[in-house]
């Protein structure tokens, strides 16, 4: 008997079928919508794949908050190979537990174990490095928890040559309420904000990928939400990330090399290598689907390139990693002597956010963040556009 969620062109997949329903695919179209999971993958933990007739490939993580997995067009890869394979159930993280760093034992950075997105949005409490919340002294751990929440479902609808996938997810504030019981962290306390996600692919007259973010305050008092995203593109060598400033600074001090937006291969084996330069005063566009945005792209050397569009931000960073398979940059204190990292940490792309990364205040203070009264909401969109010879 057809499931009456499902017709020619659309189908809603809710959340439990997401984290523990069968493996199937569903026919779309003339595209097709795969519930699926890799070998490593915890045990509820799926994906989602569209595979569209243009040949286009796009993996969607549901456990993390409808991140973009892959997208893949025509064979080639947009986004990275991630540095780890498997998807961890969210239910068994502790974001704010401890990690082993350069031998030592620092809390709040266990986000990084599960840091397999090419897309993923960061946030809502704390975007950035670890920091303490000066009222409550809670530990408020790297990059937040959008990433790692499990969305309630998603509606997926295909029309012509454009495919469209939407979820919602809730972030709490964690603190238990009396008589709620034992529950996983994510579903613990008072709301703070709804995220709805609508991730849009085209194939006509290009490929993109459009991605709209659209954030409601759901406590009782007006706050802002920190957010942030990180963007991490296939890495080859000589290929740069161009995103035009007024001024482009090192992270932390020191004089930009000429070369800077140049991703250079780095040691298989062998500690990793990590650079980031700050942008200032970069022209905004007003653009009607997507709000106020940043233009950039990046170019590889046989004439590929992916352009793209991403929320104004008083933090803007071009960030760049390669290397650091089998060395002992990071490691579990569980587990100090497993091998962490199997795969060499090569990407590179913009990291952006609406607070300084390093709590410094080294923003673009043109660029302001708006205060969300109780219900209202802030919208941040993306695209991206690669073409490939």
């Not at 670890?130 to 530990?139: A, F, K, Y």
Request: overall charge neutral; glycine content about 12%.
């Amino acid at each position: 008997m057809p499931n009456k969620k499902e017709t020619g062109n659309r189908c809603e997949l809710g959340g439990r079928e997401l984290r523990s329903g069968s493996l199937r695919t569903v026919r779309l179209a003339d595209s097709t919508v795969e519930i699926t999971r890799a070998a490593h993958d915890g045990p509820r933990v799926r994906r989602l794949v569209l595979t569209m007739p243009c040949d286009v490939r796009v993996e969607l993580l549901p456990t993390k908050g409808l991140s973009v997995g892959e997208f893949r067009v025509g064979g080639r890869h947009v986004f990275w190979d991630p540095p780890f394979d498997r998807i961890i159930d969210p239910d068994e993280l502790d974001l704010s537990g401890m990690m082993l760093i350069n031998g030592e034992k620092l809390p709040g950075f266990r986000w990084v174990e599960n840091f397999t997105g090419g897309v993923e949005l960061l946030g809502l409490r704390n975007w950035g490095m670890p920091t303490v919340d000066p009222r409550s002294g809670e530990l408020l751990p790297i990059h937040g928890t959008a990433s790692n929440i499990p969305v309630s479902g998603v509606v997926c609808e295909v029309t012509g040559a454009s495919a469209t996938v939407r979820a919602r997810f809730t972030m709490r504030d964690g603190r238990s309420r009396r008589g709620e019981g034992p529950r996983c962290w994510y579903e613990r306390g008072n709301p703070l904000w709804e995220i709805a996600r609508t991730i849009t692919v085209r194939c006509d007259p290009e490929v993109s990928m459009t991605i709209l973010d659209t954030i409601t305050n759901r406590s009782d008092k007006p706050c802002s939400p920190d957010w942030g995203y990180h963007v991490q593109f296939r890495a080859e060598d000589g290929a740069r990330l161009v995103i035009p400033s007024e001024v482009t600074t090192v992270r932390r001090g020191g004089k930009v090399p000429a070369d800077f937006d140049v991703w250079r291969r780095g040691e298989r084996a062998g500690p990793r290598r990590e650079r980031g330069y700050l942008h200032k005063g970069c022209p905004l566009n007003k653009c009607a689907a997507l709000g106020s945005v940043v233009s950039g792209e990046v170019l590889y050397r046989d004439g590929a390139r992916t352009t793209f569009l991403i929320p104004a931000a008083p933090y803007v960073q071009s960030w760049f990693s390669s290397g650091g398979s089998g060395a002992d940059e990071f490691a579990l204190p569980e587990d100090p002597n497993a091998d962490f990292m199997k795969k060499p940490w090569n990407g590179f792309g913009p990291e952006i956010g609406a607070s300084a990364l390093d709590h410094d205040g080294d923003v673009d203070p043109s660029v302001i963040v708006p205060i969300l009264r109780p219900t209202e909401t802030l919208t941040l969109g993306m695209k991206f556009t690669p073409q490939f010879p």
